[in-house]
């Protein structure tokens, strides 16, 4: 049993075999050079792995004074909670509609998107009453009344005085202007065009290239960082074909439809829970897919159709 560590770019054959699929709540680094992992939430418990300074774990509960984890191999283990620093926490919205910010103030802060009751968010630290969200590219600023999360408690804090304002796309300020005040992504080109001649195969080859590489939430960098839209839009640009940032927006702007059982390498399919996508890779055949899943798993391949999250709906954008 192993837990995430950085993998440098370095590609094994264990890694197409990888089940990576997993969601956790909150994700941390080690703060300490060596953190014993147990079997159970108590110091007798045996020891099954020992984390080094500056892994990632991906966090699914919380015992007491420990963390339950996601290792590497799917188990799951107990560490220490005063040696992890949580930089990551999902949160869901409460509120009908909930106002996302350029700042972290109802007076000065503008309006740039709004979220709805029962959305997933990925919060990053607190300030005052507020919250810094990074949604799939799209940044800014929540009232803490409005989100729950059990790991809120555990994230950074900023000062105020150390805040800047979120510096919108030339396409985000126009939408804020225009009142459409819906996440907006920053892709200037035409989503709903379809790319003719470029092979999926070549799309996957390319892809594979990035295996093992860094999950960054918001990040854009198939080298250094990216989110599972990230990945699929970074991916087609490279084949000159221009996805929409979020994976929503894909879903709903991008390609056309193909029925299950039909799909090819380089559709795009699409994860989530009533109708409500979070989640996108990219189809390789063989019922697998390769995608950018979380901060434990990085770049990866996993089954298609055997994760945690149900298929909502398979896209062809070639």
Known sequence: MQLKKAFMGMVIAATALMPCLAYGQAYGTVGTAVLN??????????????ARL???????????????????????AYVKSEYISVHRAVATVEAGTLNVRDYPSTSTGKVIGKLSSGDEISVQYAVGDWYKINQEGFEGFVHKDYISAEFLKYLPTKALSKVERVKLTQVQVEAA???????VSSATTTSSSVSVGTSGEAIVSYAKQFLGNPYVYGGNSLTNGVDCSGFTSQVMKHFDIYLKRSSGEQYANN????SRGNEQPGDLIFYGYDGSVSHVAIYIGGGQIIHANDERTGICISSAFGGNKPVIGIKRVI
């Open 255 to 258: 390609g056309y439809s193909v």
């Open 177 to 183: 202007n225009a009142g459409n005040t819906k996440p």
């Open 37 to 50: 992992v147990r079997d159970g939430a108590k110091t007798t418990a045996r020891v099954v792995e020992q």
């Open 54 to 76: 500056g892994d990632v774990v991906e966090i699914i509960s919380q015992q007491g004074d420990w963390f339950k984890i996601i290792l590497e191999d799917g188990e799951r």
